[in-house]
């Protein structure tokens, strides 16, 4: 027995994301400022030493876009402002209640990046509110991950992989059989992208606020997945996979989450693109 | 690009001749990939910058926050032993990083892309931007995250790796962005640290992407479709016909002896030695 902690779950965002959205600024989206739907993903991983992350991608304005097949997409938002001064004085904790309203049991993450993009400098100011239920610390207990069929959930992953159709979340019955419908069943599985094996991530978190608010109370059996997956079953393992045992806390619908940068600080990040557009730049930096 | 432009696109195989893929074989092979080493995808190229001769939805392939837990430097002689074959290209003959080596401290950690704080003042901004409101319920028993999170993950590089398919020399090429342990962007310079030695001043070059249209650190391929041949020659000895599909499989295989040290997904299913 123990208080549950939970790893939160960081943003990394590619380089050509920042070169698409200065490209939309100027030529679409112009001075509106409305608040945009895009999507990230993440996956589960075999690297303890690195930090779970969910990523925005360049195709992120895409709701189709491709992503790994082991990988969960998630949808989140974009709000652009115009002047550093609208960045900065805008009311931040409704901003991340908008994300929040997009958590679902069919998007158990969610995000708003909010940006300044100083496209006279290519320079982007940006921060990322990441909302997960804020809720007094629980009691848990990790159980033998023996009571988990895991032969048998191997084969139902890697079928999932391989047919592109991997869900966040999912159930398995006492003898291991795969339902999609979880609520219900005896062992609910979630997949974890804190690979580390003390705590789960904040995914966990939400599925557990989503039950609150949903009343389904009680004591539930939760499955992290926290291994990297295959379409072949062969090519992967579950052993640092854990079980736990939690009672469902009482929620209310109060979410916390702005991201810290590299300093441990809740703030905005810069991210200054100059060197990247300049070839010679770059070359005359290399050896 | 010139020779782009003169250089019609290939449609006869030549690939256990000469090593070389035609695009719809670059395809084929990419799709083997991302089937059996599913942290791989294809993605779409920004617009602009579009390959014609490509299908737009597999424009190039990519593989995201792959761990670099070393430098080339690092690594102990006894590891990696070198054997130059046909063609100046240097083959590591064993390069998989043990696992229960220890971890070794990265020099220079601190001294990646300073930031240009005056231009937008923004030690000012970034004060400016602190939420009260979120500090406070953060620090509350440092109950947010697992309270160790530095002592538990040791934070290493990690790479995003994009392959092409390079239309003058018809390969496969690889593309590098890394990105320190603090998700910073890494210098060229810093880049060079994790591509072997002969490698990193030769065929290491600074490109333009081609779906991408920003400039990276690319393997120049010129030397690709040598050592394409060069295994495939080696399973015909071996009594096997190399198969396209496996094709892209054998070019990580041969291009992790260039960055031995970037841990990325490839199943080699073939006997190669």
Known sequence: MGKLKFHNISSAIDLSFWHILAKKKLEEMKLEDQILNINGYYSTNNNPDIAPVFRIISDSFNENAAIPSNSIRIRGLLKVFNTKEDFISSSKPPLLQKAAEQITSENLVSFILLVYADLKNFVFTYWVGFPVFNFNPVEYEELPIQEVNLQHLKVSLAEKVDQNSLKSIFGINKTGEYEENWGESDIICYLDPASSTDFPSSVLRNILGLMSQGKQFGSKKFLAIKNGLSSNPQYFTLERSKLYNIEIPETTKDFIGWEANSKGKIQAKTIDLRPQLDPHNLATSAV | ?273
């Open chain 2, 1 to 273: 690009n010139v020779a782009k432009k003169f250089k019609s696109v290939p449609t006869e195989s030549a690939f256990l001749e000469k090593g070389t893929l035609t695009p719809q074989e670059f395809v084929v092979a990419g799709e083997q990939l991302v089937h059996r080493c599913p942290t791989w995808c294809w993605s779409t190229s920004t617009p602009g910058n579009e390959q014609k001769h490509l299908p737009p939805e597999n424009q190039y392939l990519i593989t995201r926050g792959v761990p670099c837990r070393k430098r080339v430097r690092n690594i102990e002689d006894s590891e990696v032993t070198e054997k130059e074959i046909d063609g100046g290209w240097v083959v590591a003959e064993s390069h998989k990083v043990e696992e229960n080596i220890e971890e070794i401290i990265i020099k220079g950690r601190d001294e990646v892309v300073e930031e240009d704080e005056e231009i937008l003042d923004m030690e000012e901004v970034k004060e400016s931007l602190i939420d009260e409101n979120a500090v406070n319920i953060f620090s509350q028993d440092g109950y947010f995250k697992a309270e160790e999170p530095e002592d538990v993950i040791i934070k290493t590089r990690v790479y995003d790796l994009s392959v092409t398919y390079d239309l003058y020399y018809q390969t496969p090429r690889l593309w590098l962005v890394g990105y320190d342990e603090n998700r910073n962007l890494l210098t060229p310079e810093q880049m060079y640290e994790d591509i072997m030695e002969d490698y990193a001043k030769k065929t290491a070059t600074i490109e333009t992407h081609p779906c991408l249209g920003t400039p990276q650190i690319s393997i120049h391929p010129c030397n690709h479709a040598k050592m394409m041949k060069h295994f495939i020659d080696i399973l015909a000895s071996n009594n096997s016909v190399a198969q396209v599909h496996q094709a892209i499989f054998i070019f990580l295989k041969f291009l992790s002896s260039v960055v031995p040290t970037i841990e990325y997904d490839f199943t080699v299913d073939l006997s190669l030695e």
